[in-house]
Each structure stands twice: as C-alpha cells, then as structure tokens.
C-alpha cells in the first residue's frame, strides 16, 4: 500500500428538488490507496454509484471535499473535472460502452486521442493495454464481434491504456456469467497490484467479494463497515483464472 | 413537353457530358482510394475514424444527408449559374465592343435602350485632345420578313465593320468584310429557324429591304429570345428607319497614354443630352438594370437563398438525430475525460465529411447541367470561383447545421453512463 490517490472527506450530496429531494450522501469519507482493491458493497439505492460519480470527478458534492492526487476539486469546471478525468482516472462500465463503430484496439486508443496523444507510440500502448488483459489476438474484431467477457477486457485495457492512477470499477462483473466475472476480477486485482493505483470496484455481487483487498459497506447513504487484510489470501484460492497482467 | 425538350437535346453533346462525367468519376474515384491508400500508411486521425464511422454507419441516414447537400447545392449553383450566365449575357455586346468610353444619350439604363444621339456630338468628341476616334453605333428593333412569307421582330446593330467599333464575333461561316456589300447581314446560327433561313446566302427583308445573309455566327445570343442581326452601319439605320443623321451611342478610342478621366470630363462639358461612361461603368448600368431593375436577379438570388436554407435543415436535422442516436457514445466520451472542443471537432468532422460528399456529387450532377445547357437561351456558367464558393459555402452550410447537434452534447451529463 503507499499513498492516498483520491482522498473523499465528509461528502454530503442532494439529489433532485423539492419534494422529489434525496439525501445519497451523507457525510461519507473514503481514502482510495495506491496498491489496493477496494469493494465498495451495499443495496439498491445505497449511494454506491453516486459515491462512485463523484470520485471519479463526474459529479460535485453538495459539500465536503474531494482531493485527486492532491489537487481539490471543489471548485472545478466541468472542463477542469473532465481534465481530471482523462489524466487520473479510468473507468470500467456495467454496460461495457465501447463504441460500436470501432475495433477494440481503436476503443482502447481513444483515452489517448482525447488527451492529445495521437503518436504512432499509442498503437503500440494499445496493444500492449490489450496483450495486458489477454486480447492480443483481437486487435481488429468490433465489439459485436467479442463476447461480454471479451468487451470488459477491452473496457478494462481502456481504463489502463493511459496509466490512470484510479481505476473505478461500476457493477464490472453484473452482465457476466460466473467464470466471466471472475477473470475480469482477477484482471481487476492483478491492476490493483501495482503501488500506484487505486482500483474501487461497486458491485453487490458476494461472489467477487474474494478479490477485495478492503470492504467498504454503504447503507443509506453512510459507510457502515470497513473490512481489510482479505486479498492475498484470495487470489492464491483461484489458481484457475488466468491473469495476464504482469 | 418533355418529349420535346429532350428531342431538342443535342444526342452529341449527352454523349461528351456522358464521357466527362464517367472520366471525371473515374480519376476521383482513383484520387480518393489513392487518399486513403496514403492515409492508411500516416493513421487517419482517430477522431476522423469515430466521426466517418458514425456518419457511415448507418446508411439511410447518411444517404438522406447527401441527398439533402446534393439538393442545396445544384440549387444554389444553379441559381448562381444562372445569375452569372444571365449577367455574362446582359453585357456580351459590351464587352465585345473596343470602346475606352461611350457617349450614349442621357438616361439610358442598358445597351438595349435604342434613344438616338445627334451626329453632330461625334465631332464635338473627335475634336477633343486625346481622342484617337469615334465611331458610330446604331441599334434598334425591326421587323424581319421571312422568305416563307411571316414575321419576326429583330434587334438590328449597325456599325461601320473597318472601324471595329462591334462586329460580329465567333465566325463561322461568311466573312466580316462581305459586310460591306449592300443588303447584306450577319446573323447567328442559333436562331435560322426564327428567321425562315437554312445559312449562308438565304434572305430575309427588312423594311422592304433586302438582307442577305453573308456572315454566321455561334453563340451569339440574345437573353431576351430576340435575334440579333449585325448590318452595316448605313444599312442598319435604313433596316430600322432611323434618321441619317443620328446614331444610338459613338464609342471613343483614346490616344496612347490619355488620361480616361480627363478626357472624359473635356467630352462631357462639349456634348449636351448625353453622358460619357467607360465601359465598366456602362457594364455596370446595364447589369443593375437587368439584374435588379427587373428583379431577375434578386429571383436567382432567392432561389439559391431557399437552397442555402433547406440545405441546412435537411443536414441539421440528420445530424441532430444522429447526434441523440449516438448519445451515449458522446456520454462515454464525456466520461473517460474528453473535452467538450473534441466532441465538438467530432461532430464538425461528420459535418464536414457530409459536405465533401454531397458537394462532390453535386458537381458531377453540376457538371452535367452546364454541358447540356451551354448553348441554351441562357446558360449555366460554372466557373472556378463559383465552384470554391460552392465548397466553401456548403462546408459552412454543414457546420452551421451542426450546431444543434452540438448544443445537445455540450449539455450532456457524464454521470448518465453509470446508470445505463
């Protein structure tokens, strides 16, 4: 474990307006570290996602603070969140969102074009983001061509392409089946390996409860448990999922 | 009716518009894959890539799109075709007289306004310092005689074919000087049908009097369908009636090296009931009158201006909808960090892209209508100017198009692809 990547402190967040008004936050602080995996658990409506929104700088809280290596985002723009964004931090979507028009490779190359980076070295990251979650042979298939496992690999090397220090995982493993799931979990857990990255995986499923370095429950709105110390001992329990992350 | 117009149509000249268009389309076609061929090798840009894909993915669309640029612009650059043929026409006479100045009767609004100038003014101006000559220039309207015994108007102009003033141009049958016998004209091809003559050596009568025709031209044509016929400028004056000592305008050569302006101060203060105008002035004139006098040009105006128009909501409207259908791409873009400049490029892309097509293809189609209409009444000018404009204006129609598309993902909120 090192130091704090993205750093939630006593974060309060209104959603909707008069009667319609709903308090999901509620004076909630979380550390994501680097080298860690942690599992943000919790039910319908808890305030996982909306947690997970404004870690990842997609959303700004009603109060409280929220510092990404450092640098608060209180009163950033929608331009300086989005800045944030594409050089800190990447995402793993439930519904995968590749576009559809273009091949995995082209998806993973993307994160770098919107950063201004569009060398012929960002081929070559590319595929060294996808050959990292086993899809070295797909380069050229489009999504409609890859299983749902396939495309959260592809999600996944995304998210990694462009060195992001915080990998935020959203229901990673919720249209997966069982074998699926775990491999994106292990892939997940291989990433969280390295010191310099933070991965926080939302989800509600038990199965992947295995893989968490930390276990952060969320009910109504306030974080009600903290487990840690599980993941070592988990990932020797499932030598069957082939991680090729290094 | 349409029978008709299409057996008017010269089968010749569709085959040689057939060939243009094929080879024109072949060596595109070769450039662009030769283009992409070239881009492969460099990487076409991403954003190029997200944004053709998008455009290109969904065929109907894309076709209603082009159709829509394709529309708009053989509208447009017909109605500015024909706004640059028309006014090509107005003042073809103009520009092919060889005159420094003209001395034309007070009041005239365009060269077919046939007021007389008395004789006398030409020597007021021949007297003038800097005046190298002066010749005289008769028009007017008579009544032709066919030799199968009907009638039709004719505009008749007279000058004296030694002095150059404005002869007959694109020649081709006869000679200028045979002009020079008694009872002899000049007329243009286009229009022996309208005269009751087959070519060369065939009569008409005008007046009572006698005119052979001695001299063919091509493509000398009239925007007002009355033929013209070039006489002497003796026999001209005889042809309409008008008095022997009058003429409609004398056109001045200056001496080498004369000031334009000075002289043409020194001819104004010495010639009543008249006005000097250099050439370009008088172009000018008549233009202004014939474009917008009549209100002919601010109809070829509005055309284009309801193409420019329906264009634009055609391709805003297609690019709109393909924006909402796209949203949640344009989401996910929004939420792995990219700015709202490279959305925006993205959709500036598939705006432009609908352009380029759409305006190639309306040129190909563009192409055509000026090879069939060349040697109409009133042809389609197509000239390289017109063309850029053209591409200018449809990737400006393209981008303002884009702007509703535009508005809609600059509103869109990241955190939408969490919940979906």
Same mark, same amino acid.
């Given at each position: ?12 967040? @209104? ?7 709903? +308090? ?27 947690? =997970? ?25 929608? &331009? ?36 201004? /980076?569009?060398?012929?070295? @960002?081929?070559? $990251? ?5 050959? @990292? ?19 959260? $690999? ?8 462009? +060195? ?6 959203? &229901?990673?493993?919720?249209? =997966? ?12 857990? &291989? ?22 370095? $930390?276990?952060?429950?969320? /009910? ?7 487990? @840690? ?7 020797? +329990? /499932? ?8 | ?9 010269? #089968? ?5 518009? !057939? ?72 003042? *073809? ?14 009041? *005239? ?73 008694? !009872? ?13 003559? #087959? ?10 009097? #006698? ?5 063919? *031209? ?60 250099? *050439? ?43 924006? #909402? ?75 303002? !198009? ?19």
């Amino acid at each position: 474990m090192s130091a704090a990547i993205i750093e939630a402190v006593d974060i309060e967040k @209104t959603l909707g307006e008069g009667v319609a008004q709903v +308090k999901a936050l509620r004076g909630v602080s979380l550390t994501l570290k680097g080298g860690e995996l942690t599992l943000l658990m919790g039910p319908s409506g808890s305030g996982k996602t909306t947690l =997970l929104s404004i870690l990842g700088c997609m959303l700004a809280p009603s109060s409280g603070t929220v510092r990404l290596h450092g640098e608060s985002t209180a009163s950033a723009g929608p &331009e300086e969140l989005a800045r944030l964004r594409r050089n800190h931090v990447g995402f793993v979507f439930q519904s995968y969102h590749l576009f559809p028009t273009l091949t995995a490779i082209e998806n993973v190359r993307l994160v770098l074009d919107v950063r201004g /980076e569009h060398g012929a070295d @960002t081929r070559t $990251r590319a595929a060294d983001a996808l050959a @990292t979650v086993g899809l070295a042979h797909k380069h050229h298939a489009f999504p409609r061509e890859l299983s749902g496992g396939e495309q959260q $690999r592809v999600a996944i090397a995304r998210a990694i392409v462009g +060195k992001a220090s915080a990998i935020l995982a959203d &229901e990673p493993t919720a249209s =997966l089946d069982r074998e699926n799931g775990q491999a994106i979990m292990t892939v997940l857990a &291989e990433i969280a390996r390295n010191p310099e990255r933070a991965v926080l995986v939302v989800s509600h499923d038990p199965r992947i409860l295995p893989f968490a370095d $930390r276990i952060v429950r969320i /009910e109504d709105g306030r974080i009600v448990s903290e487990e @840690t110390g599980l993941r070592d001992a988990v990932i020797s +329990k /499932e030598p069957e999922v082939t991680s090729h992350v290094p | 009716m349409l029978q008709n117009w299409l057996t008017r149509i010269d #089968k010749g000249r569709l085959r040689a518009a !057939s060939q243009t268009l094929r080879a024109t389309a072949g060596a595109w076609h070769a450039a662009v894959r030769g283009r992409i061929a070239r881009a492969k090798d460099r990487g076409v840009p991403l954003i190029v890539v997200l944004a053709s894909r998008n455009l290109f993915q969904d065929r109907v669309r894309l076709i209603t799109t082009v159709i829509g640029i394709v529309f708009s612009v053989i509208l447009v650059s017909v109605q500015i075709g024909l706004y640059l043929g028309f006014e090509r026409m107005v003042t *073809t006479m103009i520009d092919h007289a060889e005159a420094d100045l003209w001395i034309v009767p007070r009041g *005239t609004r365009n060269f077919e306004d046939p007021s007389l100038l008395d004789d006398r003014q030409r020597f007021r101006a021949l007297s003038i310092a800097g005046v190298a000559a002066v010749a005289p220039l008769v028009l007017g309207f008579a009544e032709w005689r066919r030799p199968d015994g009907g009638a039709t108007p004719v505009f008749v102009v007279g000058s004296d074919p030694r002095s150059g003033a404005l002869t007959p141009w694109n020649l081709v049958e006869g000679s200028i000087d045979a002009l020079a016998a008694p !009872s002899t004209v000049a007329v243009d091809r286009s229009y022996f049908a309208r005269l009751g003559v #087959k070519g060369l050596g065939d009569a008409g009568e005008m007046r009572d009097q #006698k005119a052979r025709i001695v001299a063919v *031209t091509a493509g000398i044509r009239s925007f007002t369908t009355t033929p013209y016929v070039f006489a002497s400028f003796d026999r001209a004056r005889g042809y309409m009636g008008a008095p022997a000592d009058r003429a409609t305008y004398f056109l001045v050569r200056l001496a080498p090296d004369a000031d334009t302006s000075a002289v043409r101060d020194r001819i104004a203060q010495n010639i009543a009931d008249a006005e000097v105008l250099t *050439t370009a002035e008088f172009r000018a004139r008549s233009r202004s009158f014939w474009l917008f006098g009549t209100g002919a040009g601010a109809a070829l105006f509005g055309g284009a201006l309801l193409g420019i128009v329906v264009g634009t909501v055609i391709v805003a409207q297609t690019l709109y909808s393909s924006t #909402k259908d796209h949203i949640a791409e344009f989401a996910t873009l929004r939420a792995i960090g990219s700015s709202t400049r490279y959305i925006v490029e993205v959709i500036l892309w598939q705006a432009l892209l609908s352009a380029v097509v759409g305006f190639f293809l309306a040129m190909l189609v563009g192409l055509v209508i000026v090879t069939v209409t060349a040697d109409s009444v009133l042809p389609v000018v197509m000239t390289p100017g017109l063309v850029l404009g053209l591409l200018l204006l449809t990737v400006l129609m393209c981008a303002v !198009s884009a702007v509703a598309a535009i508005r809609e993902v600059v509103r869109i909120d990241p955190a939408t692809v969490l919940s979906r």
